[in-house]
């Protein structure tokens, strides 16, 4: 009977190094053939990502123990030998059988049949590609026939137990996931309502064909699949694939945000099973959690901010209406347990340190225009500019947010979660907004102590926090630090919006805030390249992905009018014209429910019926026109136009609509 060897233990014979210790591996075996010829077929694959059909180790040499003693080389260069066992001679022949690295002896015995003899079989590896990061495998099968035993493998390679292959999570470490059960770039987060799709691969390390003809379950367990092309097969030594999803629940996370599913595979290896001491693992478990969204807001209320240099009013007005702008803004896409939470710096007493003016709250739970804005609004600039005070005694507006440093990061996150469950810091979205003229003047320089080699330089990476900072002021002033501002945002792998020449941030803060966070996201932002509109060319689509987290969905449509062409007609009919041009935003589809929704597909276009427009879409992008965009849509949607706002150079104007579903 066919056997497959090694037959104990979970892992091909390996080779770790080119030459010397680690590049000799040996095993007993069985000859157990009835009658006077056996043939023994083995392969050779780079391990554990097997990919015979793109490269092939070189062939190992090969040798049989002729007593206990002895071993005797099977000369693979001629083909054919004779080796001298303790039951007479013994002929052999050597072939490859394919080009994709299995290879198979063929012995014959004259004077008696095989039976059960007991024997030993030495594999030495000559490529000198090996080492202990590019390992070699083998694998033989022994049999009176020409048996061909497959060998599957699943991702956990080098760390499996008889209890079964290792668990995978979705959302710490599967993008480019291998054999080994590692990824080769940085974690995934998932957010509720958002589906998250993996590629899982099975290897086969058998010199035979592996089949796999089924996953079971079939169907999705706690929203995680598991699917096949079956019938799959894969060759000796190769890799194929499996696709995995998990549909993030709309939701989010929940009080038990780990979810788990376990899969099995059915194939043509006997030998495959979920557990044992010498199975071949067929069983692929998958974890997956999906994270919340966290936003802080520090606010500088310090006695700079008072200063009128931002767009003709004081720099805490102008930063009071922009807050406000990107509450609105989180509101409209959030789920119901995203929370934010809202820090004053200094405190409004006066006291040289940071005060929490908000707590974290759900943001389902606040009113921004009747609650949260009259409380902002209701404190004067005062004293001096504690950005981040003395750790572990007067902390400052970022360390009252995100944590004293002084404490044990996963544990001390201020108005942030902490561990929680021991990892829901790493699965959460979480997002400092820092609005200040930058001037920090009590405790710790955050140009300094954030800078790369600072003594806090992984402050916010330790949190698992980015951080968006806006900048007051102009900068001619000598009051305003960009370079501060921009230390804090490069540290955290977050975003930095200077002040422009008239000391407001240069960037339009509500669509922006929502493209900022949507590109950390991973969502594909809707944005369609500029387009020339005409009588040939009517239409523009693009099609935007719509999740839980884009309720209401919102268009911005900016647009130029082309050059008139020169004629007599009045002012009043130019003006008619222009507004007949103007192209008209669509959003096509069903209109989705106003919070809990499915993940679809919308299309978003753009309409001109004659003439010639220019036109981009872009969230939070717009040109100047001379007439206002039309927004039609084919659903019962609102629609408005944002209004001019003293938030930025680039606010929306005459030239750019927005619709909102």
Not at 482 to 497: D, E, M
Request: glycine residues 10%.
């Amino acid at each position: 009977m066919a056997k497959i060897y090694p037959d104990l233990g979970h892992e091909p014979l390996l080779f770790s190094a080119a030459s010397g210790a680690g590049s000799r591996q040996s095993e007993l075996f069985t000859t157990d053939a009835p009658g006077t010829s056996m043939n023994l077929t083995f392969v050779v694959f780079f391990y554990p990502n097997a990919n015979n059909t793109v490269a092939v180790p070189e062939v190992p040499t090969v040798e049989i123990q002729t007593d206990d003693v002895t071993w005797q080389a099977v000369d693979l260069v001629a083909g054919f030998g004779t080796l001298n066992m303790p039951g007479g001679a013994v002929n052999y022949t050597f072939s490859a059988l394919a080009s994709n690295g299995v290879y198979q002896i063929h012995f014959t015995q004259n004077n008696a049949p095989f039976g059960s003899q007991a024997w030993a079989i030495r594999f030495t590896n000559v490529d000198g590609s090996v080492s202990p990061t590019n390992k070699a495998g083998v694998t033989f099968i022994v049999d009176s026939g020409n048996a061909l035993l497959p060998w599957i493998a699943v991702p956990g390679q080098g760390a499996l137990t008889n209890a079964g292959p290792p668990a995978l999570d979705f959302g710490l470490a599967l993008t480019n996931l291998t054999l080994s059960g590692t990824a080769s770039n940085a974690p995934t987060q998932l957010v509720g309502g958002k589906t998250a799709n993996l590629t899982i691969p099975v290897g086969n390390y058998g010199p035979g064909a592996l089949t796999i003809t089924g996953v079971s379950p079939s169907s999705a367990v706690n929203n995680i699949t598991l699917t096949a092309a079956t019938p799959l097969t894969i060759a000796p030594g190769a890799t194929a694939t499996l696709s995995a999803a998990f549909a993030a629940p709309g939701g989010g996370q929940t009080a038990t945000p780990t979810t788990a599913a376990k899969f099995e595979l059915a194939s043509n290896d006997a030998q495959g099973g979920p557990s044992g001491a010498n199975a071949h693992f067929d069983t692929i478990t998958l974890n997956a959690s999906a994270g919340n969204f966290e936003i802080v807001l520090a606010l500088d209320l310090s006695g700079s901010m008072a200063a009128t240099d931002a767009g003709g009013m004081s720099r805490w007005n102008a930063l009071q209406i922009a807050a406000v702008d990107i509450l609105n803004a989180y509101h409209n896409f959030a789920a119901p347990q995203d929370k934010v939470a809202i820090v004053l710096y200094p405190a409004p007493s006066g006291a040289s340190i940071g005060k929490t003016l908000q707590a974290a709250t759900p943001i389902a739970g606040l009113d921004i225009n009747a609650t949260v804005a009259p409380a902002i609004g209701a404190n004067t600039p005062i004293d001096s500019t504690p950005m981040l005070g003395s750790p572990g005694a007067q902390i400052g507006g970022i360390y009252v947010a995100a944590g004293d440093p002084s404490g044990v990061p996963q544990t001390n996150c201020g108005q942030f979660a902490t561990t929680g469950d021991g990892t829901t810091y790493l699965r959460n979205f979480r997002w400092l907004i820092l609005m200040s003229d930058g001037a920090a003047n009590v405790g710790e320089d955050p140009k300094t102590v954030f800078a790369p080699g600072g003594s806090r330089n992984s402050y916010f990476k330790d949190r698992n926090i980015r951080a968006i900072t806006l900048g007051y002021g102009k900068p001619a002033s000598g009051q305003v630090d960009g370079v501060a501002l921009q230390t804090i945002a490069a540290a955290s792998s977050g975003h930095y919006v200077p002040a422009n020449p008239q000391g407001l941030p240069s960037e339009s803060l509500g669509p922006n805030f929502y493209k900022t966070l949507a590109a950390a996201m991973g969502f594909s932002f809707a944005a369609d390249p500029d387009a020339t509109l005409d009588a040939s060319h009517p239409v523009n689509r693009h099609k935007v992905t719509v999740g839980d987290h884009d309720i209401p969905r919102r268009f911005w449509c900016g647009t130029r009018i082309g050059q008139e062409r020169k004629s007599r007609r009045s002012n009043s009919s130019r003006r008619s014209a222009k507004s007949s041009r103007a192209p008209t935003l669509q959003a096509l589809g069903s209109l989705l429910s106003p919070r809990r929704c499915a993940r679809r597909t919308m299309s978003a276009q753009r309409r001109s019926t004659t003439g010639t427009a220019r036109r981009g879409a872009e969230f939070g992008r717009s040109w100047s026109g001379a007439a206002r965009s039309r927004a039609a849509c084919a659903t019962p949607m609102r629609q408005a136009c944002r209004p001019n706002s003293p938030l930025s150079s680039r606010t929306p104007n005459r030239g750019i609509s927005q619709a909102t579903a």
